[in-house]
């Protein structure tokens, strides 16, 4: 699988942004999609995922009421909503694909990832 992450970009605290990852290569359905995102100095961190058929998602208690992810298995598309953004949420954001994960939380349960796109958030 290819992943493709792009919609990054600089934002003032309080704004919103919407991130969006395309696959291509294997069956996208097939796949649990997460996002996750690292900051200079920090360690790579899990943000939200979703299951193949988008109805269970999981986030990550400091995201939890201001991000939304969802995923468009027609357009091969996973999608982050970002709102009420803050400086603490500024960093390089990474799309990953998984199949049978031992934890979803941990980005070495993954089989790919993508470029990243980077997120910048202003005070």
């Known amino acids: 699988v290819q992943l493709q992450a792009s919609g990054g970009g600089l934002v003032q605290a309080g704004g919103s942004l919407r991130l969006s990852c395309v696959a291509s290569?294997?069956?996208?359905?097939?796949?649990?999609m997460g996002w996750f995102r690292q900051a200079p100095g920090k360690e790579r961190e899990f943000v939200a995922g979703?299951?193949?058929?988008?109805?269970?998602?999981y986030y990550a208690d400091s995201v939890k009421g201001r991000f939304t992810i969802s995923r468009d298995n027609a357009k091969n598309t996973v999608y982050l909503q970002m709102n009420s953004l803050k400086p603490e949420d500024t960093a390089v954001y990474y799309c990953?694909?998984?199949?049978?994960?031992?934890?979803?939380?941990?980005?070495?349960?993954?089989?790919?990832w993508g470029q990243g796109t980077l997120v910048t958030v202003s005070s």
């Open positions: 979703i299951m193949w058929s988008g109805v269970s998602t």
């Open positions: 990953q694909a998984g199949r049978g994960l031992r934890a979803y939380y941990l980005p070495s349960s993954y089989d790919y």
């Open positions: 290569g294997r069956t996208f359905s097939d796949y649990f």
